[in-house]
């Protein structure tokens, strides 16, 4: 990628916990002003990922260059031109959220009257003006998200990592988090790397991303691209009444010219078709045919989620691959993600 | 240097917050020394004693009267007369007495007849303190009878001991000052010192520091100072109340003062760091809980501040040798109550010196600075 400028580099990068690789050879660049996602279920090495990107972690092999800079040769020095907000919340709980603030500015030795200035403007933008000298202890989960991850501008980064942001929050603190994302990759000209295990986040936040699994990159493209390089343009969401059902039902539909793919997950299947309108009645007819009773049937236009599983077999939601399924009856299920 | 001002802020400032911590800190020591001072002092009080005679003759009634004496004045032993030998050893047996003494028939007759008169003493020996006391007790009373019909001329030798006292009066209590001063250092280095990195590192906060240009030396030297700085106004606040308490004069003047301010310095730096090169490392602040007892323990005791380091056995006075406290008691032992000038205490502040300088250079290379 000559001539563009790239803030991370990354080649081949390796992190071994025994002999389990929760990193396993993974490359991508990103360049400057791009807000990049890593999307992947738990356990699929995002944290560990950031953690080697942001110094905390020492590879096992490979290479990482973030803002010019390499992870393992010059940590400290990748440390003063990173902002970081880990996944689990690290705001001191007996200091206010001012002093919060405060520490870090001081710890990046930025001088205190600019200080001041530029903690003001940071929680005008995240709305906590108000609670500002309040203990953190007496904030919600979703301010004291806000409050880290305006806390890690205070020394103006170059690249800003985030590691599943809005994890745990309700989908209106969700939003907040979004919106003030972009305001703050606008202000200060970042280039921001997420980690998410959200669908939704990811497409409306990202301009590339990478699903990552076991370790590995999968795709790489974006939001859009990913959507229209998948077979098909609609899904038809079957979900039969028995498991022992499924494979039969799965060879004989794979045989239908108008599905492109069958991805089976206990006793849903996942068609991907084209032009469901159209074909949604021979496709029933099909698994009728094949001894299949289906309890319930959905169709929806492809999404990021049938991107995900399309490219590795299963929903982002599930864990080690076990399936357990909580729906039964009519409607698209909406698996419950934790 | 600001980055290590921050730290050292952000500390005090949580460690005022949690007021709690800082009456703890305070008022632990201080009611050991209350409790220890009152529990243990030497002196033995109210042991009961059985006494069965079956004699009562003059010189059984007299024995008697000598250990009421010593029941009215003294108050070692409160006495329970019995008439059944089987009931007060029974009565020792099941701790009811810690002794029983039995005159037997004949005692004044043979005291008459100039032979040694025998008394039975029984003794609860899982006691070992009272029973020593008891036993010396009941022979003092003894020899006064026999006093009285052995004259004076055949008495073989007399020793008198006479108390020599060095230094100005100094009572047990007032010799638990140091200990209880060293402990509140040692409960100071805990809560203010490791325990709050390894609660940092429990919570997660310490992985937002790491992610900062803080230096591994920034992050230990900033909890070190802050902790330095907590814990030596805990000690000071200690001592203070210590010596009001027990009534150690404060007159000795500036030198003595400075010499205590020196020790209780370097004493908090050298078991603060000895704290990080141990628990530096710990992942939960319940094995910081766990192991404060007995670390405590460890150090405390073969201080000398309760029993002479020259009666342990050679192993331990070994690690009495290497125990910063032990030097620690030792140099505010001699100038509390020897008025002893810097030139006396030199050694101790030398060993502390090196002791703290290995230790924080331990600390910091074995402080990781990746998660
Ligand atoms: N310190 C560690 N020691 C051993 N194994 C580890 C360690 N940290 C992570 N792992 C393993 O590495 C794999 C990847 O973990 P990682 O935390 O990077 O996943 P993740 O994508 O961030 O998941 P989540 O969405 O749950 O946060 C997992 O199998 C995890 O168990
Ligand atoms: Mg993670």
Redesign the pocket.
């Known amino acids: 990628m000559a001539g563009i400028n790239n803030i991370i580099e990354v080649s081949g990068l390796v992190k071994k916990?025994?002999s389990?690789a929760?990193v396993d050879g993974v490359t991508f660049d990103v360049p400057e002003g791009e807000f990049f996602g890593f999307l992947?279920?738990?356990?699929?090495?995002?944290?560990?990922?950031i953690r080697m990107l942001t110094t905390l972690l020492k590879p096992t092999g490979g290479r990482a260059v973030v803002a010019g800079i390499d992870v393992s040769a010059s940590p400290q020095e990748v440390r003063k031109k990173i902002g970081v907000v880990p996944?689990a919340l690290t705001s001191d709980l007996d200091l206010t959220g001012y002093e919060n603030m405060d520490l870090y500015g001081r710890f990046y030795s930025i001088p205190s009257r600019e200080r001041r200035e530029k903690i003001k403007n940071l929680f005008e933008i995240i709305g906590l003006s108000n609670r500002q000298n309040d203990l953190v202890a007496t904030y919600s989960g979703g301010m004291r998200r806000r409050l880290e991850i305006a806390r890690v501008l205070v020394h103006a980064p170059t690249v800003l990592f985030l590691?599943?942001p809005t994890i745990g929050l309700d989908p209106q603190s969700r939003r907040a988090v979004w919106e003030f994302l972009e305001k703050f990759r606008k202000e200060y000209s970042l280039t921001i790397f997420l980690?998410t295990?959200y669908m939704e986040e990811a497409e409306s936040l990202c301009d590339r991303l990478a699903i990552i699994d076991n370790?590995k990159i999968i795709v790489l493209d974006s939001p859009d691209r990913l959507k229209s390089e998948l077979p098909g343009n609609d899904i038809i969401h079957l979900t039969l009444s028995d498991l022992s059902m499924i494979s039969p039902v799965e060879d004989k539909i794979k045989g239908l010219a108008f599905v492109h793919n069958v991805v089976a997950e206990g006793e849903d299947l996942r068609v991907f078709v084209e032009n469901g309108a159209v074909n949604f009645t021979p496709l029933l007819e099909s698994v009728k045919e094949a001894g299949g009773i289906v309890n319930s049937v959905g169709i929806h236009q492809l999404s990021m989620e049938d991107v995900f599983i399309h490219h590795t077999g299963k929903s982002i939601r599930e864990e080690g691959g076990k399936k357990v399924n909580f729906f039964v009856g009519a409607g698209l299920p909406q698996k419950l993600s934790r | 240097m600001t980055r290590l001002l921050a730290i050292i802020e952000r500390d005090i400032k949580k460690f005022v917050r949690n007021p709690i911590v800082v009456i703890m800190s305070l008022v632990m020591p201080i009611v050991y020394l209350v409790i220890l001072g009152n529990s243990f002092q030497g002196k033995l009080k109210g042991l009961p004693l059985a006494i069965v005679d079956q004699d009562s003759g003059i010189y059984s009634r007299r024995l008697i009267d000598n250990l009421r004496a010593v029941e009215a004045g003294a108050r070692t032993v409160s006495i329970h007369m019995l008439n059944d030998q089987n009931a007060a050893l029974t009565g020792v047996r099941n701790g009811v007495y810690k002794s029983a003494l039995i005159i037997p028939p004949g005692f004044t007759k043979s005291a008459n007849l100039r032979k040694e008169p025998d008394v039975g003493l029984f003794l609860d020996n899982t006691d070992t303190v009272s029973s020593i006391a008891i036993k010396a007790l009941v022979n003092s009373a003894l020899n006064s009878v026999r006093e009285e019909h052995v004259p004076v001329r055949d008495k073989p030798y007399e020793f008198y001991a006479r108390n020599i006292e060095l230094y100005s009066m100094v009572d047990y209590y007032q010799t638990l000052v140091p200990g209880v001063v060293i402990m509140a250092i040692f409960l100071g280095t805990m809560t203010a010192g490791v325990f709050n990195l390894v609660m940092d590192r429990f919570l997660g906060i310490d992985e937002s520091y790491l992610l900062t240009p803080l230096s591994k030396t920034d992050i230990v030297s900033g909890l070190v100072i802050s902790g330095l700085f907590i814990t030596t106004l805990i000690a000071f606040v200690v001592l203070i109340v210590s010596m009001l308490i027990t009534g150690i004069p404060f007159s000795k003047g500036i030198e003595q003062m400075f010499s205590i301010f020196m020790i209780i310095v370097l004493t908090t730096l050298a078991l603060l760091s000895l704290m990080f090169v141990i628990l530096g490392r710990a992942t939960h602040p319940r094995i910081v809980g766990l192991s404060s007892g007995f670390l405590n323990v460890i150090f405390f005791f073969p201080s000398g501040a309760i029993y002479p380091i020259e009666s342990f056995p050679a192993w331990l006075r070994a690690f009495a040798k290497v125990n910063p406290e032990a030097y620690a008691v030792h140099a505010l032992k001699s100038v509390l109550f020897k008025g002893a000038g810097l030139d006396v205490i030199l050694g101790d502040i030398i060993f502390l010196l090196i002791f703290t300088n290995v230790m924080m250079v331990i600390a910091i290379l074995s402080f990781k600075r990746t998660m």
């Open positions: 916990f025994g389990l929760a992947g279920p738990n356990g699929a090495g995002k944290t560990t990922l996944q590691d599943e980690s295990h370790g």
